[in-house]
């Protein structure tokens, strides 16, 4: 129990350091992570259930050379392709946010740095530094927070690119 205090203490000095802005970055983290975690655990488990459901209506047709037969497997690829792309957009935006966040951190901290000069005339080094911080910190989250983004979404874009292959492959045109 102790352990857990001291990481609670520490997080909330890092939030200290890095002002309010880090809650935001923090959100739109754990937000983006909890879309690619639903994305693989789709890709593990339920899409199975949706390649086997477009292959059977393909597969209970008879007549598979007409244009109206293509038009229908065209239809049941992009249902399935929506399937598999659901949330990858969403995920890309949040991905591009992190750092915009961050930088919105580091103006609020550099608007402190001023008022800091302002009040004080540049002799107060101490408070400046506060500023500093209040500016970089935010900027480093937001940056850790897109790199660890980009990795989900690469994986996440592989395991897409791969499944919809799959699908139009397997929704033949012969007999």
């Not at 609670?8 to 309010?20: E, K, R, Y």
């Not at 065209?74 to 935006?93: E, F, P, S, W």
Request: proline letters at 2%; aromatic letters at 8%; a positive charge.
């Amino acid at each position: 129990m102790l352990a857990l205090m001291e990481a609670l203490a520490a997080i909330q000095s890092f939030v200290a350091s890095g002002g309010p802005i880090l809650y935001w970055i923090a959100a739109l983290t754990f937000f983006m992570w909890t879309l690619i975690f639903e994305r693989v655990w789709f890709y593990k488990g339920s899409l199975s259930k949706v390649k086997k459901a477009t292959l059977d209506i393909w597969e209970d047709r008879a007549e598979r050379n007409s244009w109206n037969s293509r038009q229908i497997r065209y239809a049941l690829i992009n249902r399935a392709t929506q399937k598999i792309n659901q949330n990858r957009d969403l995920i890309g935006v949040m991905v591009t946010l992190c750092p915009l966040l961050g930088l919105l951190g580091t103006v609020t901290g550099m608007i402190e740095v001023f008022n800091i000069l302002a009040v004080t005339g540049g002799g107060d080094a101490k408070s400046m530094a506060a500023g500093v911080s209040r500016a970089t910190i935010p900027t480093m989250a937001g940056m850790v927070a897109a790199i660890s983004g980009v990795f989900g979404t690469t994986l996440v874009t592989r395991i897409a690119e791969r499944e919809n292959h799959l699908v139009e492959d397997q929704l033949t045109m012969d007999h």
